[in-house]
């Protein structure tokens, strides 16, 4: 056993995980389940790694908690009247129902489409598209995604292109990527294009290898979901939003590590008033090769960006930026604007964001380096600074970006 309350000899509390853990978004909450067990709880898990024998003989099964997606329909249906506590997770739609009690946490969908939107528009792309699912009972997070996507381009008058296709899995591999082929072949070049996960983004990757086209210089290409296994296998290696569904698991094991503890078995036989699910926004865009470029021809634009990303932690010198290129600091904001939809300021907290993210998750330095390294006066600022963009403090950060690290319980 491992937890706090294994060190007291506490009995393990028998806990159901019904995830896919083929799935990268399934996976990763599993991950941030784990974290949490491993700091707080001593459960024994249930974690069935065949996905299609996901849930327990519930009639032999005397568990004391159940953590479960609702995207699949049997698991929704086989656990939604039992009486001990239960947490849905999910994408956002599916089978879950707001008037059964059962806490609910998933993603930010629209922030998720808003940050890919920023990210490809901070590499200058004039033309933008999105890849997402066609619609089904569960499918409803990609539409989020790409109206949230699309909308930021139009804020900034760019056009999107959004396209689904007839087929959701791979299965009929061919018919895929000839549909997928013809809609990025009449793209115009270049184009930053979002999928709406990372398998969809490798679709794209393929299809691309496939025309010829140069990613990310003919087609940048990001995912979401942050799957390290996809992400660094693929040519080029893929940028991709980190929708912290290692919170969602960490949170949704908080969540019913509450409920039983306060003894909450389960009478649900009478109404109860339907629960505000939690949403969990996402950490930020992971960029990786696959979006690395400058599409902008405006040599100022350009050299702006140049200044950026060369310093991420200092603060820039517009007009000493303006002076260098021989415009005025006024025509050189409204340039950059027009070019990439945001001001140098915004541009500049976006670089350093993705930088501070980067050292806590991926470096073992302590929070005093990362601050000074950053720019910051102090740990509090940079913690100020992190919790208003992320939700989250630089430990909590740091833990949850390594939850997928630790031991299974």
């Known amino acids: 056993m491992t937890g706090k309350e294994a060190e007291n000899g506490a009995a393990a509390r028998l ?17 941030g389940v784990a974290q949490y067990v491993n700091e707080h709880a001593a459960w024994s898990l249930y974690v069935e790694e065949d996905p299609l024998q996901k849930l327990p003989d519930l009639r032999h099964w005397h568990g004391q908690g159940i953590i479960a997606n609702f995207d699949d329909r049997r698991v929704a249906s086989a656990i939604r009247g039992l009486t001990i506590p239960i947490v849905a997770v999910g994408g956002g739609y599916g089978w879950y129902e707001p008037a059964s009690g059962i806490p609910y946490i998933y993603t930010d969908n629209a922030a998720i489409g808003r940050l890919g939107a920023e990210h490809l528009l901070g590499c200058g792309f004039e033309a933008l598209a999105f890849y997402g699912y066609p619609r089904t009972t569960t499918s409803g997070w990609s539409e989020e995604r ?34 997928l082929k013809s809609w990025i072949d009449k793209l115009p070049k270049p184009v930053g294009l979002m999928a709406c996960n990372d ?43 980190d929708q912290s569904a290692r919170r969602i698991g ?16 389960a009478k649900r036989t009478a109404p109860q008033a339907p629960l505000q699910p939690l949403v969990i926004p996402p950490i930020g865009v992971i960029a990786r090769t696959s979006t690395d470029t400058m599409a ?32 005025s600091r006024s025509t050189l904001e409204n340039r950059f604007r027009s070019a990439i939809g945001r001001s140098i300021h915004d541009e500049f907290v976006r670089l350093r964001l993705a930088g501070v993210r980067r050292l806590i998750a991926d470096t073992d330095l302590p929070l005093k380096s ?15 600074f992190l919790h208003r963009h992320t939700g989250l403090t630089p430990a909590r950060l740091r833990a949850v970006e390594r939850a997928h690290k630790l031991p299974s319980t």
């Open 15 to 31: 806990v159901a995980v019904i995830l896919d853990a083929a799935r990268p978004y399934d996976r990763l909450i599993i991950g």
């Open 146 to 179: 790409a109206a949230a996507f699309a909308a930021a381009c139009a804020a900034v008058g760019r056009p999107c292109h959004v396209f689904t296709g007839r087929h959701a899995t791979a299965r009929r591999w061919e018919d895929l990527q000839r549909e």
């Open 199 to 241: 398998v969809r983004a490798r679709h794209v990757l393929e299809a691309c290898r496939a025309l010829g086209l140069r990613v990310p210089h003919d087609v940048a290409v990001l995912g979401v979901d942050n799957d390290e296994m996809i992400c660094d296998l693929t040519a080029p290696p893929l940028s991709s939003v």
């Open 250 to 265: 960490y949170e949704a094991a908080a969540a019913l590590d509450r409920l039983m503890q306060a003894g909450a078995v």
């Open 296 to 327: 902008t021809t405006d040599e100022a634009v350009l050299k702006t960006l140049q200044t950026l990303r060369s310093a991420p932690w200092k603060k820039p010198d517009i007009a000493g930026i303006a002076d260098a290129v021989c415009v």
């Open 370 to 384: 990362i601050a000074a390294r950053a720019g910051f006066p102090s740990v509090q600022y940079m913690t100020t």
